[in-house]
């Protein structure tokens, strides 16, 4: 089968959502009502530290939580392997599909999302939390990735030759134009310097 022109980011995580649709309509959980009002990046899930281990690959944000009313997903950047990728997205797909049927429902693995994962062939822990593609499904996967190209990005490690931080020194001014700096922990313990017989202050 031959590959389509080489899409960005942006379009190549829209393009799956669409083929990925295909699968979940034929099990009876299409994303056509919706489709129109979701979102999807490449970029930091939320309350995710840049820094750290990043082990949150993908989220989903109900509609009421975005200004513009729509489902947003992020997909981490960490991540580079295309089945990798595609797994996760078609994970926060199945939240989209179980926000836009089940508004009221305050858990975001329960009943709801279980039973459409079995029903997509997702699968899983006994809680879902991890619930990613069967083996049938991924096969159906890495047709879309055989469709569409490898994911067009380079893993993010913030972490590679990252510096570490350096003490903050704190800049003090005396009135006669006299500039000294200092850590915050000296000044805790030792208090301000002075300069001219009097307290120096933070500039």
Known sequence: MKTETKLNREA???????????HYAKKGYS????????????????NTRTGSKNTTFGV?????ASESGKHEIFLNPIMADSLQVID????ELVHAIQTHLFPKC????????????????????KKFAQA???????????????????????????NAKRKKQTTRMIKLECHCGYIA??????????????????EMQVA
């Open 12 to 22: 190549w995580l829209n393009k799956a959502t669409d083929l990925i649709n295909n």
């Open 31 to 46: 994303l056509e009502d919706i489709r129109s009002e979701i979102m999807i990046s490449c970029g930091y899930p939320p």
């Open 60 to 64: 989903h944000i109900n509609p009421l």
């Open 88 to 91: 996760v997205l078609a994970h």
């Open 106 to 125: 305050k858990k975001s693995h329960g009943k709801e999302f279980i039973d459409i994962c079995k029903a997509v062939d997702m699968t899983g822990s």
């Open 132 to 158: 990613e593609a069967s083996e049938d499904f991924k096969k159906d996967l890495n047709d879309i990735i055989h469709k569409i190209g490898e994911y067009p990005h380079s893993a993010i490690n913030l």
């Open 181 to 198: 700096r200092s850590s915050g922990g000296a000044i805790i313990t030792y208090g301000l310097p002075s300069h001219c017989g009097i």
